[in-house]
């Protein structure tokens, strides 16, 4: 009898216990840590759900878990070889779980629903624009953090990074820097200016990259569009006189692909403490007038930070995976701590659109 029920009784449930959220729950049969934890109305960061962002990225601190794509795709070797997994792509194995959001902001604002339209466009560069967005109310967000935006021409929400400090009443004209995607519906719409007048669904705001508390040196490092969430980060630190020694490395393909650079300007002119901002080109032509670096930004670190105690340092960083790949390699090759670096990948189920 004893055999029998153990073979044929009911499963013993499976709980999951998220840190720093206090959260315990159970986990369905063949639901990952991530679907329970939003059934549950547990605020675990994420965005794309299929294991390409890394968003969902939580340190597994007791029991197994099976890998639904391989957290390789995703997680850099450091980070697996350092126990963290992604909840979007992991189903406990064990009767308790206990899985740490490292960092985690506990006191971003709950997402809500607002609706927006286009009150302006204007072109950074050949294939990027700054968007404001007129919210129908203002919106609470912390610097870093992004928003869906949806309309009925579109089947799948875009995420896109705020590119402004927040504000204490909250805000509710927004802007972001959406870069055109070859055939991609959202950005074909915006660039030929077919969604003037048209009704935006925005939901938010999400997202955990965000400023940490500390004193140590601050690494910051962009690639292409993922200047967005970093300069409002930043701009929220200098608002707040925040006096770390700071190092922003901005990395394009040519010198006509850097914008912003007013802002950034000014964010250094106000910085309380050093600030250091270097410009990388990885394709501009030899022989042009540029006298700045050239090379793969992940590789000018100590270049912009020299004599610097790497250990104390955070790393921030935001771009396309390969970008953050490399920099988390750079980063902990110097002596800056994994746990110390956070980051926003900007890939292509996240934050750009290839279908309609
Ligand atoms: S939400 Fe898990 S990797 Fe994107």
Not at 102 to 131: N, R, W
Not at 202 to 221: A, Q, Y
Not at 310 to 328: L, T
Request: aromatic share 10%.
């Amino acid at each position: 009898m004893g055999i029998f029920k153990s073979l044929f009784g009911p499963k013993e449930a499976k709980m999951v216990q998220v840190a720093p959220f206090g959260a315990r729950y159970e986990v369905p049969s063949g639901q990952t840590i991530l679907e329970a934890a939003l059934a549950n109305h547990v605020p675990f960061p994420h965005n794309c759900t299929v294991g390409t962002c890394g968003s969902c990225k939580c340190k597994l601190k007791s029991g197994r878990v099976s890998a639904l794509t391989d957290f390789g795709y995703t997680l850099s070797q450091q980070e697996i070889a350092a126990g963290f997994i992604l909840a979007c792509q992991a189903v406990p194995k064990d009767a308790l779980t206990e899985v740490e959001v490292e960092g985690a902001a506990t006191d971003a604002p709950p997402a809500e629903q607002f609706v927006a339209t286009l009150a302006d466009t204007e072109s950074l560069t050949h294939d990027i624009l700054k968007v404001t967005l007129k919210l129908d109310r203002p919106i609470q967000f912390m610097a870093g953090q992004y928003a869906n935006l949806k309309y009925p021409n579109i089947r799948r929400a875009r995420n896109y990074s705020f590119a402004d400090a927040p504000v204490r009443d909250g805000r509710q004209t927004v802007h972001f820097f959406i870069r055109k995607v070859p055939n991609g519906a959202f950005t074909e719409d915006l660039f030929s200016g077919r969604l003037d007048g048209v009704p935006i669904d925005v939901d938010g705001p999400h997202g955990n990259f965000h400023l940490h508390p500390g004193d140590g040196p601050m690494v910051c490092i962009a690639g292409g569009s993922g200047l967005a969430p970093l300069l409002s980060v930043l701009e929220k630190a200098r608002k707040d006189r925040v006096q770390r020694p700071c190092a922003f490395l901005f990395g394009a393909r040519t010198e006509a692909d850097l914008y912003a650079l007013e802002q950034i300007d000014e964010i250094a002119m106000g910085w309380a403490a050093p600030f250091v901002f270097l410009p990388v080109l990885s394709h501009e032509p030899t022989g042009s007038a540029w006298k700045g670096a050239r090379g793969w930004v992940t590789e000018f670190i100590t270049d912009a930070l020299p004599d610097t105690d790497w250990a104390k340092a955070e790393g921030y960083m935001c771009g396309p995976p390969g970008m953050i790949d490399a920099g988390i390699a750079s980063m902990t090759e110097i002596g800056i701590k994994l746990e110390s670096i956070y980051y926003d990948k900007f890939t292509d189920e996240s934050h750009i659109a290839k279908m309609p």
